[in-house]
């Protein structure tokens, strides 16, 4: 069965969707709903933008409560916010080890982070103590955060506004469906 939709272009029939099955129906559907939340296109491309840039920090225990605040700050969508950030934790994790070795290089300790290894760390601290090796690693992690901070503009920035149009495309087509299921 085919529903006519009537509109200033004319009669056209526009297919029946096909069934929804059950894990559309009841996970699917109320996940998608939860990410969109009612947020405008430009809202919802700023959250996957800063979503993804608190991603990929170089830190570990802090990103869901920094960006936590941030989305409640922003009033964006805290749920879709840490979606991103999850989800880019693979990336996270193989992008760590650059960042620290970038950041101990910008701060002047790039020939003893070089190609530090777990082993390295444990005999750093059995020969100089754990205060020589939270030094190095602290001051690494500080570089890694200062690269991580410059990068993440750009990364923000182009993710907005190329996400922008795509989100407003995504919500038309959404409001659309709604409509037809309704007047069904």
């Given at each position: 069965?085919?529903?006519?939709?009537?509109?200033?272009?004319?009669?056209?029939?526009?297919?029946?969707?096909?069934?929804?099955?059950?894990?559309?129906?009841?996970?699917?559907?109320?996940?998608?709903?939860?990410?969109?939340?009612?947020?405008?296109?430009?809202?919802?491309?700023?959250?996957?933008?800063?979503?993804?840039?608190?991603?990929?920090?170089?830190?570990?225990g802090i990103t869901t409560l920094?960006?936590?605040?941030?989305?409640?700050?922003?009033?964006?969508?805290?749920?879709a916010m840490q979606v991103v950030?999850?989800?880019?934790?693979?990336?996270?994790?193989?992008?760590?080890?650059?960042?620290?070795?970038?950041?101990?290089?910008?701060?002047?300790?790039?020939?003893?982070?070089?190609?530090?290894?777990?082993?390295q760390i444990k005999a750093m601290?059995?020969?100089?103590?754990?205060?020589?090796?939270?030094?190095?690693?602290?001051?690494?992690?500080?570089?890694?955060?200062?690269?991580?901070?410059?990068?993440?503009?750009?990364?923000?920035?182009?993710?907005?506004?190329?996400?922008?149009?795509?989100?407003?495309?995504?919500?038309?087509?959404?409001?659309?469906?709604?409509?037809?299921?309704?007047?069904?």
């Amino acid at each position: 069965m085919t529903i006519t939709s009537i509109s200033a272009t004319g009669v056209r029939a526009v297919p029946e969707p096909p069934p929804r099955t059950w894990i559309q129906r009841r996970l699917v559907d109320p996940f998608l709903s939860l990410l969109k939340a009612g947020l405008a296109p430009s809202s919802l491309a700023l959250t996957a933008g800063l979503g993804v840039a608190f991603g990929l920090a170089p830190t570990f225990g802090i990103t869901t409560l920094v960006s936590t605040a941030v989305a409640l700050r922003l009033k964006l969508n805290v749920a879709a916010m840490q979606v991103v950030c999850h989800l880019l934790s693979p990336v996270q994790l193989l992008l760590l080890l650059p960042f620290l070795r970038w950041g101990a290089t910008l701060l002047g300790h790039g020939h003893e982070v070089a190609n530090l290894s777990l082993k390295q760390i444990k005999a750093m601290i059995k020969t100089d103590g754990w205060g020589h090796a939270l030094h190095l690693l602290w001051r690494a992690e500080l570089g890694a955060m200062m690269i991580w901070a410059v990068a993440a503009v750009p990364v923000v920035l182009g993710l907005y506004v190329g996400l922008r149009p795509l989100f407003k495309k995504f919500i038309a087509r959404q409001e659309e469906a709604e409509e037809v299921a309704v007047a069904a």
